[in-house]
């Protein structure tokens, strides 16, 4: 059945039939109108308002050629064969940040070859970083094409029974897994108005791509796609540009190779959200939260990635900037060179996957920590770090976890005092340098410490444990840590539904206690 034309075509945000899906790729559709600037195609008259976007066409264009022109202006190909999406406004010397989105576009939405077809070897791109002079070779599959410049697989363009002769366009076209990841359609494809299918051709510029790298999570997943749930066009289109454009010491989480690196769907989600959020270049706020949609192999099919993970991230979140500073100091990605040469990239630490995967459970951020020192290399990984893992305890809002991790730096600050006491006093029988002595001592106890937290099943003993540990190092003194929020902590600590939170919590405190000061000899703390 075919209609005399479609145009103009206006779509709305407050459309109810509207999912995040269709929002997603009106904001894709917008930011490309905004790419075009004052050079759209020709014959081609868009407009673009808070809420809502309308495509005219002029002259005699007929809506094949008119839809074909917009999607010729939308998707294009870099002369690397390279994706290029005007809409996600990547700089052209971005090419680590290009390349990153190409792989992650051809692992979701052009998985497969029929819709990205291309050279069969790889070709090599050496990427030099902005804070380092080492090149890293990586490789990406070069295309000649792919599906979305010629609305591939959706009957109106092509030379399938749903396209016409004419200029005109069917009523109802089909939607490809290229244009919604993982859909799934059965024995009849997914179809829609024609108009719904041109926008949702607009996702993939819409959505942020990362490559999964799990360090924590056994998972399959090797990409993630990031739907954002928008409320305003214009000023999402204008985040975009701002994230995206800016060169890579414009200091944002998204914009640049290492960056598109994450551990989990979570991490890729808050790192969006607060790259979309960011106080200093946006007012007020473009999306109300995001869906993060990781692919991977599953056991029911052999053949392809599919769905294995959908998680909905809200907009806020109470500990946030945990994840923030998480991100910030654990979270920049790492590149390890192998033995052929290339270059793999992977997150630097597990704890920001790990506090974005509790806090979009709603679970305490601190939740499974344990799990990161359970091995005994695993801790002692995590002590190099404690400067960074200090300045995450820094913006903890919570107070009854500052309480309990201020509390243990108060005892561990005595007992480390008392270590390097003993390590004096030994050093004088033998004549010997001291700071060998406590280093020793200072690893044998963080190591005991480590195991009694993690053997101890039940709140009593835990509870027991701790309020030892605090009078040992006070040799029956007040300790400032607790006698300041005394009931507080003794009402947490003997609370059974507790346990969990309390023991990661302890545990988080053994690896992040850092002193200001160094050892010298008449610093009588031990303290380092």
Same mark, same amino acid.
């Given at each position: 059945m075919?209609i005399?034309?479609?145009f =103009?075509?206006?779509?709305?945000?407050?459309?109810?039939n509207?999912?995040?899906?269709?929002r997603?790729?009106?904001?894709?559709?917008?930011?490309?109108?905004?790419?075009?600037?004052?050079?759209? =195609?020709?014959?081609?008259?868009?407009?673009l308002?808070?809420?809502?976007?309308?495509?005219?066409?002029?002259?005699?264009?007929?809506d094949?050629k008119?839809?074909?022109?917009? #999607?010729?202006?939308?998707?294009?190909?870099?002369?690397?064969?390279l994706?290029?999406?005007?809409?996600?406004?990547?700089?052209?010397?971005?090419?680590? #940040?290009?390349?990153?989105?190409?792989?992650g576009?051809?692992l979701?939405?052009?998985?497969?070859?029929k819709?990205?077809?291309?050279?069969?070897e790889?070709?090599?791109?050496?990427?030099?970083?902005?804070?380092?002079?080492?090149?890293?070779?990586?490789?990406?599959?070069a295309?000649?094409?792919?599906?979305?410049?010629?609305?591939?697989?959706?009957?109106?363009?092509?030379?399938?029974?749903?396209?016409?002769g004419?200029?005109?366009?069917?009523?109802?076209?089909?939607?490809?897994?290229?244009?919604?990841?993982?859909?799934?359609?059965?024995?009849?494809?997914?179809?829609? =108005?024609v108009?719904?299918?041109?926008?949702?051709?607009?996702?993939?510029?819409?959505?942020?791509?990362?490559?999964?790298?799990?360090?924590?999570y056994?998972?399959?997943?090797?990409?993630?796609?990031?739907?954002?749930?928008?409320?305003?066009?214009?000023?999402?289109?204008?985040?975009?540009e701002?994230i995206?454009?800016?060169?890579?010491?414009?200091?944002?989480?998204?914009?640049?190779?290492?960056?598109?690196?994450?551990?989990?769907?979570?991490?890729?989600?808050?790192?969006?959200?607060?790259?979309?959020?960011?106080?200093?270049?946006?007012?007020?706020?473009?999306?109300?939260?995001?869906?993060?949609?990781?692919?991977?192999?599953?056991?029911?099919?052999?053949?392809?990635?599919n769905?294995?993970i959908?998680?909905?991230?809200?907009g806020?979140?109470?500990? #946030?900037e945990?994840?923030?500073?998480a991100?910030?100091?654990?979270?920049?990605?790492?590149?390890?060179?192998?033995?052929?040469?290339?270059?793999?990239?992977?997150?630097?630490?597990?704890?920001?996957?790990?506090?974005?995967a509790?806090?979009?459970?709603?679970?305490?951020?601190?939740s499974?920590?344990?799990?990161?020192?359970?091995?005994?290399?695993?801790?002692?990984?995590?002590?190099?770090?404690?400067?960074?893992?200090h300045?995450?305890?820094q913006?903890?809002?919570?107070?009854?976890?500052?309480?309990?991790?201020?509390?243990?730096?108060?005892?561990?600050?005595?007992?480390?005092g008392?270590?390097?006491?003993?390590?004096k006093?030994?050093?004088?029988?033998?004549?010997?340098d001291?700071l060998?002595?406590?280093?020793?001592?200072?690893?044998?106890?963080?190591?005991?410490?480590?195991?009694?937290?993690?053997?101890?099943?039940?709140?009593?003993?835990?509870?027991?444990?701790?309020?030892?540990?605090?009078?040992d190092?006070?040799?029956?003194?007040?300790?400032?840590g607790?006698?300041?929020?005394?009931?507080?902590?003794?009402?947490?600590?003997?609370?059974?539904?507790?346990?969990?939170?309390?023991?990661?919590?302890?545990?988080?405190? #053994?690896?992040?206690?850092?002193?200001?000061?160094?050892?010298?000899?008449?610093?009588?703390?031990?303290?380092?």
């Open positions: 075919e005399e034309s479609i =103009p075509l206006t779509y709305r945000l407050s459309n109810p509207y999912t995040i899906y269709h997603a790729a009106l904001g894709g559709l917008a930011a490309t109108i905004k790419a075009w600037g004052k050079s759209p =195609p020709e014959g081609i008259l868009p407009k308002e808070q809420d809502y976007v309308t495509i005219q066409k002029t002259g005699d264009l007929t094949k008119a839809l074909q022109l917009i #999607l010729d202006a939308s998707f294009k190909l870099t002369e690397d064969k994706i290029d999406l005007p809409g996600q406004f990547i700089r052209e010397d971005a090419i680590d #940040l290009r390349i990153s989105i190409h792989e576009l051809c979701t939405f052009l998985q497969h070859n819709m990205r077809p291309g050279e069969k790889p070709r090599k791109c050496s990427l030099k970083l902005s804070d380092s002079e080492e090149s890293h070779l990586v490789t990406y599959k295309i000649n094409s792919f599906a979305h410049q010629k609305a591939q697989g959706t009957g109106l363009l092509d030379d399938s029974k749903k396209s016409t004419s200029g005109t366009l069917p009523k109802i076209a089909s939607i490809p897994q290229s244009m919604i990841p993982g859909a799934m359609t059965g024995q009849k494809s997914l179809q829609a =108005p108009e719904e299918v041109i926008l949702l051709q607009f996702l993939m510029v819409g959505c942020a791509t990362f490559l999964l790298r799990p360090r924590t056994k998972e399959k997943a090797q990409a993630c796609i990031v739907v954002p749930d928008i409320i305003d066009l214009k000023r999402f289109a204008s985040m975009i701002i995206n454009k800016r060169s890579q010491n414009f200091e944002r989480f998204t914009n640049n190779y290492l960056g598109r690196i994450v551990g989990g769907a979570e991490e890729a989600a808050l790192s969006f959200l607060l790259d979309m959020t960011a106080k200093d270049i946006e007012r007020e706020k473009s999306i109300k939260g995001c869906q993060a949609i990781a692919m991977g192999k599953v056991a029911w099919d052999k053949n392809q990635i769905r294995s959908c998680i909905k991230v809200g806020d979140y109470e500990e #946030l945990v994840f923030h500073a991100k910030q100091y654990l979270g920049k990605g790492k590149f390890i060179k192998m033995k052929d040469g290339k270059s793999f990239s992977i997150p630097d630490t597990s704890i920001p996957e790990l506090i974005a509790n806090l979009a459970a709603d679970r305490p951020w601190c499974h920590f344990k799990e990161l020192v359970a091995e005994k290399k695993d801790f002692r990984n995590l002590l190099f770090r404690k400067g960074e893992l300045k995450v305890v913006v903890i809002k919570d107070d009854i976890d500052r309480a309990i991790i201020h509390a243990f730096y108060d005892a561990w600050k005595r007992v480390r008392q270590l390097w006491q003993r390590a006093d030994e050093s004088k029988k033998k004549n010997i001291y060998p002595i406590y280093y020793a001592f200072l690893e044998v106890r963080s190591e005991k410490i480590r195991n009694e937290i993690l053997r101890l099943k039940t709140p009593d003993l835990l509870a027991g444990w701790f309020l030892r540990f605090c009078a190092a006070t040799k029956g003194r007040n300790l400032i607790i006698s300041d929020n005394a009931d507080q902590i003794l009402k947490f600590i003997f609370n059974a539904r507790n346990f969990n939170r309390f023991q990661n919590l302890l545990l988080f405190a #053994l690896v992040s206690y850092k002193s200001d000061e160094t050892i010298t000899e008449t610093n009588k703390n031990g303290d380092n």
